[in-house]
């Protein structure tokens, strides 16, 4: 009997523990998922770790490759530390790497047209020391000026009589066949008297390099005529007021053969071509400042006028009459 009492409770003890462990065992489990089911939200809802890990990948990746899923790098958002442009210039800020700023080069006034200023006064430069010759601007030269009875002002240079007499004779290897011809020269002597004059003459052999023979009236200026001779300086000049440019036709010209002559030119005549059917055709100079068609292209047609410093005038309407000064309506620039 009593084995029989004590087999009894023992039995409903342990149905109670069955029953028991199940239903604490549910009751943790959903303590669990409640549990990891908030922490899922709140991580999901930071994204700083999501960002950090993509940061850290779009770093490790070559921009030439692929990602591993076929979209490039690109797609990958940038790290927050990336140097962007500035606001401003739109230029990279000074931690990005040097070679991403712009070069001077890419600067519109650098690449585009070059400053009149600089560009265009060495082009000038240039142009003048291959068309000058002998004589050439902002060159001085050394030498001695004398002095000769000037008449009326006509010269080897052909001009005819010269409205005034603040004239000179260059030296024949400074005449060089006439490419003196009409050029304006400032003078100067030690004691800084100075007077401009205009070459319409040849002082011929043994005139030497340098040397001016002065008019009268020009030597006076400066010193005695009794001094005889006298050590100076000229320089070439761009005058600013000549008077009108003018072309002539030699006497005894035609449409077979005809000479051509430029009168008052503010700067010294480098070369004149006449227009012809097959272009342009640039004349030979003589000794005495004419520009000679032999066979007559081009006499009586377009006339282009090139001074020392290149630039160029074209004339038109100018008759094939000889010996008659014509206007041109033009005029070289000062320089």
């Not at 009751?27 to 700083?48: E, I, P, Y």
């Not at 050439?136 to 004398?146: D, F, L, M, R």
Request: hydrophobic share 35%; aromatic share 4%.
């Amino acid at each position: 009997m009593r084995a029989t009492r004590h087999a009894v409770p023992r039995a409903r003890r342990g149905r109670g523990l069955v029953v028991g462990v199940p239903l604490a065992l549910v009751a943790v489990g959903l303590l669990v998922c409640v549990a990891l089911g908030l922490t899922g939200v709140d991580g999901a809802g930071s994204g700083q770790p999501v960002g950090a890990a993509a940061g850290a990948t779009a770093q490790s990746v070559p921009t030439t490759a692929d990602g591993p899923d076929g979209a490039t790098p690109s797609a990958v958002p940038p790290s927050p530390t990336a140097p962007s442009p500035t606001p401003s210039t739109g230029t990279p800020s000074p931690s990005a790497p040097a070679t991403s700023k712009p070069s001077a080069a890419s600067k519109p006034s650098a690449t585009a047209t070059p400053s009149p200023s600089a560009a265009g006064s060495a082009r000038t430069a240039a142009a003048a020391a291959a068309q000058a010759g002998r004589i050439e601007p902002g060159t001085s030269y050394q030498g001695v000026a004398t002095s000769y009875d000037a008449a009326d002002g006509n010269g080897a240079c052909s001009f005819g009589p010269s409205g005034d007499l603040m004239i000179a004779a260059m030296n024949h290897t400074d005449y060089e066949t006439s490419r003196a011809c009409g050029a304006y020269v400032r003078v100067r002597t030690a004691n800084g008297a100075s007077i401009t004059v205009r070459i319409v003459n040849e002082c011929p052999l043994p005139c030497a390099p340098g040397q001016l023979d002065l008019s009268h009236e020009a030597f006076a200026k400066l010193a005695d005529l009794s001094v005889g001779r006298l050590p100076i300086t000229w320089t070439l000049l761009s005058p600013g007021d000549p008077d009108g440019m003018s072309v002539r036709y030699k006497t005894g010209s035609s449409q077979w053969w005809c000479g051509i002559q430029v009168i008052g030119h503010r700067n010294p005549v480098a070369a004149l071509e006449v227009r012809t059917a097959g272009g342009w055709r640039q004349l030979t100079r003589t000794d005495y400042n004419y520009f000679l068609s032999p066979d007559g292209g081009g006499c009586g047609g377009p006339i282009r006028v090139t001074d020392i410093y290149g630039e160029q005038l074209t004339v038109d309407g100018i008759a094939l009459r000889p010996d008659v000064v014509q206007s041109a309506r033009v005029q070289f620039a000062r320089h």
